[in-house]
C-alpha cells in the first residue's frame, strides 16, 4: 500500500449500529450493537500494520467507537474528532457529542478546527447543497494538512461518505453511488499530479 507519490485516504464507514439504544443522546446517534463492537475489533486487527498518519472521526458515537477500535490496534495514537462529517439527516443542530462524552471511550482525542470559521457548529444536513459544502470543506482540511507519502483513516456514514468520496475522486456527488458496507475501507489516492485514483472499495483483505 506504500505509494510516495500520492496521499492515501481511507474512508471507512462505522461498525453495525443499535438505533434503540440512545443512552439520553439524540436520535440520530446510535450505540454499536455486539456485532459491532466485535466487528470493531476485527478491523483494528486488519488494519494493526498498515502506517497511518491521521485518524479522524465524525463525532457520532458510532463511527468514534469504530476509530477506536483501530486506533487501539494501532498503539493509541491522538484521534481527532470532526463534527463536520457526522451523517446526513441528523436532527438540526445536533452535531454529535461532546469532546469530554467520547473520552469516556478514548482520551487521547482532539477536536478538529472548526472547519466554517464560525464561534460554533453551525452547519446544514438534509441538503444536498449543504452536504457537498461539508464534504468541500472536509477533503480541502485534509489537503491542507496532510501530503503525498501519508496515509489518513477518515470515519464517518454511509450517506456523508457518498459526499465525501466523490468530492475526493473530483467528481460529481449522487451520479455514483457506494455500497458501503459496515467497516467497509474506501481508498482514494490523490497524487502529485492532481490525478485521483479509486484505488479500492470495501476490500479489507
Known sequence: MENYDSLQILFIRHAE?????????????????????????????????????????????????TAVGVCKAQGNPVLEICPEIIECGCTPGYYGCSEAYLNKYYNNTKMCKNLFGTEKYEFGCEKIEDNNI????????????????????????????????????????????????????????????????????????
Not at 488494519?47 to 457520532?60: A, E, W
Not at 460529481?172 to 490523490?190: G, P
Request: with cysteine.
Open 134 to 205: 461539508r464534504a468541500k470543506k472536509f477533503i480541502e482540511y485534509i489537503k491542507e494538512n496532510y501530503s503525498c507519502g501519508q496515509r489518513v483513516a477518515v470515519f464517518s456514514h454511509h450517506g456523508m461518505l457518498e459526499y465525501l468520496i466523490p468530492t475526493a475522486l473530483g467528481i460529481k456527488t449522487r451520479e455514483f453511488f457506494f455500497a458501503l458496507d459496515n467497516i467497509s475501507v474506501t481508498e482514494v489516492d490523490i497524487c502529485k499530479d492532481g490525478s485521483c485514483v479509486l484505488r479500492c472499495v470495501n476490500k479489507l483483505d
Open 17 to 65: 449500529t443499535d438505533y434503540n439504544d440512545w443512552e439520553g443522546r439524540d436520535p440520530s446517534d446510535g450505540e454499536l450493537t455486539e456485532t459491532g463492537e466485535k466487528q470493531c475489533e476485527i478491523l483494528g486487527e486488519r488494519l494493526k500494520n498498515v502506517k497511518v498518519d491521521g485518524f479522524i472521526t465524525s463525532s457520532l458515537l458510532r463511527a468514534f467507537k
